[in-house]
Nanobody, 127 residues
Framework: QVQLVESGGGLVQAGGSLRLSCAAS????????MGWFRQAPGQERKFVAS????????YYTDSVKGRFIISRDNAKNTMYLQMNSLKSEDTAVYYC????????????????????WGQGTLVTVSS
């Protein structure tokens, strides 16, 4: 089973950009569908985006479509989330997750049962 470590969070002004990274240990990274989730204070963890094992297919929640781009580099065992045109409502702790069985469309519905989670990285967008 892989282990996941997020990085790249920080403080950014509204309208700015950040790129998050999720680095995975182990040699089976390409066996996992991957996803990004976020949790704002006092709220449940919510799906943001997911990407297929080969990186070809992606899936986004409506609120980030056209602003966020998910990608992965299986040679580097790393997934990314490029976040553009950030809004104050994007403020949250961002988590990456991995699962070998779920489809990228189903990751949001299976939040509680995904195999592996990172520890999270905080993104704060100031207005």
């Amino acid at each position: 089973q892989v282990q996941l470590v997020e990085s790249g969070g920080g403080l950014v002004q509204a309208g700015g950009s950040l790129r998050l990274s999720c680095a995975a240990s182990g040699r089976t990274f390409s066996s996992y569908a991957m996803g990004w989730f976020r949790q704002a204070p006092g709220q449940e963890r919510k799906f943001v985006a997911s990407i297929s094992r080969n990186g070809i297919f992606t899936y986004y929640t409506d609120s980030v479509k056209g602003r966020f781009i998910i990608s992965r580099d299986n040679a580097k065992n790393t997934m990314y989330l490029q976040m553009n045109s950030l809004k104050s409502e994007d403020t949250a702790v961002y988590y990456c997750a991995a699962d070998r069985l779920t489809t990228i469309q189903a990751m949001g519905a299976r939040t509680r049962s995904l195999e592996v989670w990172g520890q999270g990285t905080l993104v704060t967008v100031s207005s």
